[in-house]
């Protein structure tokens, strides 16, 4: 069988232990196997990465087991390439397990390149998916708690429910909240509605006119002062707030990772193969890649086909968003929008400088010789002034 990785490693996680095998050519040409026992505190998830280091470790494979892989992934990731791998994927043969023969036996597998990594977002990814799946689980049990409280009430005669919209409003918290102390007179717990439901305060008499007692104060009250998101809990709007803010790009987290006028224009400036939108009529925006160039402080530059649906879009809008972005981690982009001017294009500064640009003088050379004179001269050059920027350096989240 054809060997895939030449020095690799297999990592049996477990709670309190890292069995690791490491698997690289001996001086007689035979493969040979090292094995080694680790903690999992984080000196020993050290030694671990000297360990593999000490042995030119290029790919280490590890078996995705409950939450115990985790800090073995993240403490190795920077430094070599890591594969998560699926349980299913990685069976052993019936019989006798142990420790030190599953490392074993992932190592081979990664070695033969039998097996394929499970996708694992970037740092950034990971801490934006961690907070709003806390979020999604905060918003589910404060929806739990709702519906228990809906069935204390109920149970106890008070038909709060009917006459608000939302139990989880702030008159219905308000006057749970003051059943919970011990208010039973339905009047005065009415006369804490606020706002609109002000004007239903006959209904809401009514409604709250039941036999509540001391045995249905205690969900309520648990409710109200829970450590985790109850129904009063403002935790989950504060972390929508947030995750939103981060979306939006209106935290000051996401206003540090804007790029500097100068890194903007030396990023658009540079080799990326832009997208831009031009609106469309009744139809979504039209949007193609093309090639440029731009110079810090100018214009952004293009050629087009002057009787193309493009050309005749760009004409007839006068204004276009152009989008450029890195495609490797950590991810950039920067995106304009602004007015165009149309012009007949010179065949130096806009026709063969931009094919140099991209494909270098000899590819420019021969996809220029493949062009007619006469596709050339029914282009127009495109000259898009930014008015509007918006960036973003994801490399900019994880510093200070």
């Known amino acids: ?35 080694m026992t680790f903690g999992t505190t984080t000196a020993e998830l050290l030694r671990l990465r000297a360990w593999l280091a000490g042995h030119a470790v290029s790919v280490a494979g590890m078996e995705a087991t409950g939450v115990y892989w985790k800090p073995v992934f993240f403490m190795l990731e920077s430094h070599l390439t890591c594969w998560l791998l699926n349980a299913q994927h990685i069976k052993n043969v019936p019989g006798r397990k142990t ?83 011990g208010m039973r007179d339905p009047k005065a717990l009415a006369d804490l509605a606020k706002g609109r439901l002000r004007a239903k305060l006959p209904q809401l008499q009514d409604a709250l006119d039941g036999h509540f007692g001391d045995d249905h104060a205690f969900p309520p009250s648990r409710s109200s002062h829970h450590p985790q998101p109850g129904v009063f809990s403002p935790e989950p709007i504060r972390l929508f707030e947030t995750v939103a803010a981060v979306i939006e790009g209106g935290s000051a987290k996401m206003s540090s990772m804007s790029m500097t006028r100068a890194e903007r224009e030396a990023f658009l400036a540079g080799v990326h193969v832009a997208v831009v939108s031009v609106a469309n009529g009744n139809k979504g925006p039209l949007t193609v890649p093309v090639w440029y160039r731009y110079e810090a402080g100018g214009d952004v530059c293009f050629t087009t086909g002057g009787d193309s649906i493009k050309g005749r879009l760009i004409r007839r809008a006068g204004r276009m968003s152009l989008c450029v972005q890195s495609e490797q981690a950590p991810y950039r982009y920067v995106s304009i929008e602004g007015p165009v001017s149309i ?30 004179e006469a596709s050339t001269a029914a282009n127009i050059a495109v ?4 008015e509007t920027w918006r960036t973003v350096d994801y490399g900019k989240m994880s510093r200070p």
């Open 1 to 35: 069988m054809e060997q895939f990785v030449e020095r690799c490693a297999g990592l049996d996680v477990h709670k309190k232990s890292v069995t690791a095998c490491v698997r690289t050519t001996g001086e007689d040409g035979t493969r040979e196997s090292h094995i």
């Open 99 to 181: 420790d030190v023969a599953d490392a074993a036996w992932i190592a081979q597998l990664v070695e033969y390149g039998l097996v394929r990594p499970s996708f694992v977002p970037p740092p950034q990814v990971r801490a934006l998916r961690e907070l709003t799946r806390y979020r999604k689980s905060l918003v589910e049990e404060r929806t739990r708690e709702g519906q228990r409280l809906d069935k204390v009430l109920e149970d106890a005669g008070i038909k709060l429910t009917t006459v608000v919209s939302t139990i989880m409003g702030a008159s219905a918290r308000a006057i749970i909240a003051a059943m919970a102390a």
């Open 343 to 372: 012009e007949a294009p010179e065949y130096e500064r806009d026709v063969r400088a931009i094919a140099v640009r991209y494909l270098g003088e000899a590819g420019a050379k021969a996809y220029l010789a493949g062009s007619s």
């Open 383 to 386: 000259r898009l002034t930014p």
